[in-house]
């Protein structure tokens, strides 16, 4: 090898060429050799394009290395040869490794170098090369933050990157190097929010924290506005006649008012943020389930944060280490949000095994959610815990018991007469906590207890902890006047033993000698004085400097004489009662799920949460300008292309959409994704805003939307008829879109149903086709051609009794049938048809009653051959399901042809529960698992009764059979047809008359059990509505009224 002799040769001996000479002096080789000649060689040939060079370049500067010398210099041109060769590799993952290696090495020196390699690598074409450059950012900007205006320009480029793996990572580094540049958030926002779904769980947490704080300080507060509407609702009813009848000045006063008074709209990039981050909450990672939950608590309305509650309970079944965190946030939720938490009460009673922090953070809960409805079953929990072994646990639940008696003045003497039992417990630490909690609720009501003080005092011979001493002697010190016989001889007692007492209990015993004096100087002044001089020798100070102020306030003396007249205002000065709070209670300044709020601390690196502006700021910034050419080559692909494509795979676009439980996410998925991810493709902002506007009014509208979208699904699995199919599908594409951005063609819509339903009456064509074209309208009386023989279509179709329904509200002469309601559901996806290798199957609550079983839910099942060979032997396997639970099946569909539909009717009965369904779908040759879950207004049938009868009713389901709800009705959900719509449409009750114009009565009785549910609303024309649920099932009324407040409030 070339390099053989630089390892060989003496120090003294010859060099070759280019070699430094080393003299045979050690110093000499330091001093006279030429060390900048010679790293100007080095680095040279370390740039030149000749690889021979470079390896000889390299091989000399080991040998250095090896002798000791420092090549320190030739560091980032080594580096530069190095790493460069690997950025430039074809491999990604070996790009990505260089990368990574390369940006780890903190020398400042190779700075430059690593810049060029981010840039480089920021725009690589493999998404992970480019994920590991969003990485590098941070490194670089914790070595030199100098370079953080270049770094932004990365940031910004990579921010426009629309692949899942590197949006997590770019975020992560916006919030390291630039969170306050919050501009260049504005153009990606609705781009994160559609991503977030796919997103790896590590960078949902980071973009989720992200944009809590980017919703804070771009959107209005939804629960500031819902609290003034609230609080001003009749002062706003009744000002208009007030300023009428006043002046001038009292209009401007009013024109003041007036934004205050406007109804709050949320803005639709808001809704699409709290949408999209909904389904989240079903994630398996309890960091982004935590995340989730305190986006919602930060940032949506009162009436939709109750969702996280469930999915906060269900991380409470997880490692003790998720526990402690989960209940740290919980503890400060309950505060504010107490009613969310109340349906899970029993999920917070604290087991023998949990560790001792997590039996103190439950206790905090169910403190927290005590109210005067609970409390009797929260104290009789309480009273099992005293009985724990664990003395920390139960000197926590003494002090529960305490919060709670000074919250519910109803039970506060049954507290206190519990604690003054624990008195005489054998344990003293129980005893000694029982004193100092009593102390505490004695000071609210004094008078009336002067028993128990007595009990206290006579307790002084026995208790030994120095908290509870100094407690009682505290007691009878400050309503010595209530105990006037036993104060001095407590005294006595404790003068006898002041040298061997604990400093915090002779500073009480200094307390109380003073304050008897003051009252009883009679036969305590010599007491007084003793106990003074005791304590004026004293080994600590405190004890020594109280006692010389005791004795120079309270004893007359020529100098202090002024001072010692007002002695008693001093001591006996009257004292306000403690309040017992949660500790918990100012934490929520601290955004939830931090380990600032965990700390109760603020943390290094921690970002305050913004408070909400008073004006939104512009939406326009978030909308993105498309060339105008891109929108018409999409418009021609979608009426040209894609409905072909999708014709079989509807659901294929939404994994996000079916995982949210709101009835309206399929329809509103469709419109909110063409105006949210194509915002910028609108000609203008204000068609966009319109939109927005028209598509929370046609919330209002869910099951006619549901059979829209249903009618749009059965047209594209039709293939016999792909002409027509497809002209229709574009009419009902209009259609669709004009009725969700215009209100008023709802009742165009109920006039043209009954015409198409009138066209299908008559028996209107020999051949085949013609019923091809029936089944294209999808009506709920008509079912396609099946193995399965289904129930013979009605004389009126349910879409039309829904319109009949709500043009006549009170109309008995209508047969009961007519009146059930459309399916508020829709067509759901049961099997996909990529899953189900062609087979795509989607299901439909009926509504109709189930011929096998009155007692079980009708389920449409409907089955498409999307493959090109025919499948056979369609049944559901044996299913495994849990008890009370069961399934009627189908029977056996022999044959589905290549691209044939078919529907067969199964029942099951879900015993009055929301229980999953779980069971196989067999062919052949496959097994699918698939899963039925209903919506609890599906569990029940309608009732159909007089006014009275539902009065008498309700009279017997009273008390904790009636469930009540405050709610305030949007203007686009104040007409008798909106509200008796969304009400059916959301469960399956029957309308009872009523002779008040701004109530709605509506009954049912659960399938399996019978038992009977009513339902009341009271549309007051101001102020908030109320909602009543009457029913023995207290489960499925909680469910009923919160499933009716969120239709009613969209």
Known sequence: MSAAPAYSEDKGGSAGPGEPEYGHDPASGGIFSSDYKRHDDLKEMLDTNKDSLKLEAMKRIVAMIARGKNASDLFPAVVKNVACKNIEDPNQLIRASALRVLSSIRVPIIVPIMMLAIKEAASDMSPYVRKTAAHAIPKLYSLDSDQKDQLIEVIEKLLADKTTLVAGSVVMAFEEVCPERIDLIHKNYRKLCNLLIDVEEWGQVVIISMLTRYARTQFLSPTQNESLLEENAEKAFYGSEEDEAKGAGSEETAAAAAPARKPYVMDPDHRLLLRNTKPLLQSRSAAVVMAVAQLYFHLAPKAEVGV?????????????????????????????????????????????????????????????????????????????????????????????????????????????????????????????????VIKKLLQMQPAQHGEIIKHLAKLTDNIQVPMARASILWLIGEYCEHVPRIAPDVLRKMAKSFTAE??????????????????????????????????????????????????????????????????????????????????FKDRDHFQLGSLSHLLNAKATGYQELPDWPEEAPDPSVRNVEVPEWTKCSNREKRKEKEKPFYSDSEGESGP?????????????????????????????????????????????????????????????????????????????????????????????????????????????????????????????????????????????????????????????????????????????????????????????????????????????????????????????????????????EFPEIESLAPGESATAVMGINFCDSTQAANFQLCTQTRQFYVSIQPPVGELMAPVFMSENEFKKEQGKLMGMNEITEKLMLPDTCRSDHIVVQKVTATANLGRVPCGTSDEYRFAGRTLTGGSLVLLTLDARPAGAAQLTVNSEKMVIGTMLVKDVIQALTQ
């Open 308 to 436: 996280i509650a469930k999915a906060l309970v269900r991380l409470l079944r997880s490692h003790s280490e998720v526990q402690y965190v989960v209940l740290q946030n919980v503890a400060t939720m309950s505060i504010k949000r107490r009613g969310m938490f109340e349906p899970y009460l029993k999920s917070f009673y604290i087991r023998s095994t949990d560790p001792t922090q997590i039996k103190i953070l439950k206790l905090e809960v169910l403190t927290n959610l005590a109210n005067e409805t609970n409390i009797p079953t929260v104290l009789r929990e309480f009273q099992t815990y005293i009985r724990s072994m664990d003395k920390d646990f139960v000197a926590a639940t003494i002090q529960a018991i305490g919060r709670c008696a000074t919250n519910i003045g109803r039970v506060r003497d049954t507290c206190l007469n519990g604690l003054v039992q624990l008195l005489s417990n054998r344990d003293e630490l129980v005893v000694a906590e029982s004193v100092v």
């Open 502 to 583: 604990e400093d915090i209990v002779k500073l009480q015993v200094i307390n109380l000698a003073a304050k008897l004096y003051l009252t009883n100087s009679k036969q305590t002044k010599l007491l007084t004085q003793y106990v003074l001089s005791l304590a004026k020798y004293d080994q600590n100070y405190d004890i020594r400097d109280r006692a010389r102020f005791t004795r120079q306030l309270i004893v007359p003396s020529e100098q202090g004489g002024a001072l010692s007249r007002h002695a008693k205002k001093l001591f006996l000065a009257p004292k306000p009662a403690p309040v017992l709070e949660s500790s």
């Open 656 to 888: 996000t959409e079916s995982a949210d439980s709101d009835p309206e996410s399929e329809s509103e998925s469709d419109s909110k994704s063409s105006s949210e991810s194509g915002s910028g493709e609108s000609s203008s902002e204000s068609d966009n805003e319109d939109q927005d506007e028209d598509e929370e009014k046609g919330r209002g509208s869910e099951s006619e939307q549901s059979e829209e979208d249903g009618k749009r699904k059965t047209k594209k699995k039709v293939p016999e008829r792909k002409g027509e199919a497809s002209s229709s599908d574009e009419g009902s594409d209009s259609s669709s879109s004009s009725s969700e951005s215009e209100m008023t063609l709802e009742s165009e819509e109920e006039q043209l149903e009954p015409a198409s339903w009138s066209r299908k009456t008559p028996p209107s064509s020999k051949s085949a086709p013609a019923t091809k074209e029936i089944s294209l309208l999808d009506l709920e009386d008509f079912t396609p051609p099946s193995v399965q023989p289904v129930s013979p279509p009605a004389i009126v179709s349910t879409s039309l009794a829904a319109d009949l329904e709500g043009l006549t509200l009170t109309d008995s002469t209508l047969v009961p049938s007519l009146l059930s309601p459309v399916s508020g559901v829709g067509r759901q996806e049961l099997l996909h048809r990529v899953a189900g290798e062609g087979l795509a199957v989607d299901y439909t609550f009926s509504r109709q009653p189930f011929s096998g079983d009155p007692h079980m839910v009708s389920v449409h099942i409907h089955f498409s051959n999307s493959s090109d060979t025919p499948i056979k032997g369609l049944h559901v396997g044996t299913p495994k399901l849990p008890a009370g639970i069961s399934i009627q």
